[in-house]
């Protein structure tokens, strides 16, 4: 199982009480195994074993694209690179 996957760039997650930064497939599990404590729903159950399942680092880029699509559809993404503009 590939723990230290880099996410690049890392993912910015609102949470509470400060923003969560995700560096590693690893920091995305743990982040996810904490949602699922929150949110139950069928989406996140879903991701939670595409994660645990990741044999390969095509799998590890495809499952960290779903998380990045399902935090954006929740409204949870931070914004990127503040520093464009």
């Given at each position: 199982m590939i723990s230290?996957?880099?996410?690049?760039?890392p993912i910015r997650v609102k949470d509470s009480p400060r923003e969560r930064r995700l560096e590693t497939l690893e920091d995305a599990r743990s982040f996810v195994n904490d949602a699922l404590a929150?949110?139950?729903?069928?989406p996140w159950r879903e991701l939670h074993a595409r994660l645990k399942k990741v044999k390969s680092e095509d799998d590890a880029i495809?499952?960290?694209g779903a998380l990045r699509e399902l935090l954006m559809m929740e409204g949870l993404l931070q914004s990127s690179d503040r520093s464009h503009g």
């Open positions: 230290d996957f880099p996410i690049a760039p929150a949110r139950r729903t069928p495809e499952a960290i």
